[in-house]
């Protein structure tokens, strides 16, 4: 783990000076025609199968470092970057406009706190920290050093949620009281690596509830109460690979569901409301096509074949309505990234939204270790809002 660096970002800079190393910082708006350098920090699932490629996909980004300890590994894949062997040599390179960090949940907070440090602009793999504490520190500390600061919520560009968003936006449904949202997978075997090994951050709520919670919240905003059930279910499982933890908004039901033992295909939407109900199965086909090596981009990209059914009543009888899936667009966070940069713009993702995400991450873990219901700090007023 990296060296954590103590300081505000004046320090953190006086400091880099001090040992020989000359850093321009830029302001957030950036009207340079070049394309921004961007350093990508690890290249295990996560940098390989998401980040590289779709900072790639973006005219106006250039992937130029990759931080890896295999070279080899990295170079099939991309010829033409350097290749690093620690963060510190991206973090003192002034070539270097971006750092996206792409690595075990413990590192994020002290490698982004001294990407910042070094003048970086900083795009952080979710989960955004371990801690809400963390966060708020990193928050703080990119406003001091006027540097993006933005979490990789890529599913927010899902094909069946913003198929979901513009329904619930078209009042078709009526007053949603119902909401289901399932990530089921069949892994039954335990695999040795870190996200299924004890720690903080390990475990499918902190890896695939992260997108479900964030999802949730775009839609419905901030609920009052949460109660979460977790379990290890897998045959020597050490880690959560079960949740089911439900937000509750007034009478509205908000459920998100997660499972590692789900043989059959499940609903991955299930909408109620006093207008009608909608059910959407399969999930977006992104990020298989990703793991096959596709790159973004082509007539089909984000292209899902199985669309959701709308039921609803008229004239006392029952009716049916096939809704057309609209096309998911993971390279939409990394656009909006640039033009954030070059604009000076909001991020894809804020990091008010990204906190948000936390705390309720962290009130749902206390809630299924207690076995109460946890309440909202000020669901009117989410901290950092």
Known sequence: MPQRRHGTCAG????????????????????DPQSLRVALIGYGFAGKTFHAPLISAVSGLALTHVVSSDASKVLRDWPGVRVVATPDEAFRNPEIDVVAIATPNTTHFDLARNALLAGKHVVVDKPFTITVGEASELIALSRSCSRLLSVFHDRRWDADFLTVRELLASGRLGEVVHFESHYDRFR??????????????????????????????????VPDTIL?????????????????????????????????????????????????????????????????????????????????TLFYVEGGELRSEIIPTLRGNYGAYYQGVHDAIRNGGEAPVTTTEAIRVMTILELAARSDAMGIVMRMPDASNPPLS
């Open 12 to 31: 953190g800079l006086a400091h880099l000076r001090s040992v020989g190393i000359s850093l321009d910082l830029r302001p957030v708006v950036n009207s």
């Open 188 to 221: 039954p075997e335990v695999r040795v690596r870190w996200r299924e090994l004890p720690g903080p951050g390990s475990g499918i709520w902190y890896d695939l509830g992260y997108h479900l919670v964030d999802q949730a919240l775009q839609l419905f905003g």
């Open 228 to 308: 979460a059930d977790f379990a290890a279910q897998r045959k020597g499982g050490q880690v959560v690979d079960y949740f089911h933890v439900v937000l509750c908004y007034g009478p509205r039901r908000v459920i998100l569901h997660g499972g590692s033992l789900v043989h059959a295909g499940s609903a991955r939407f299930v909408i109620h409301g006093t207008r009608g109900s909608f059910v959407k199965n399969g999930m977006d086909p992104q990020e298989e096509a990703l793991k096959a090596g596709r790159m973004p981009g082509g007539a089909d990209w984000g292209v899902d074949p199985r669309d959701g």
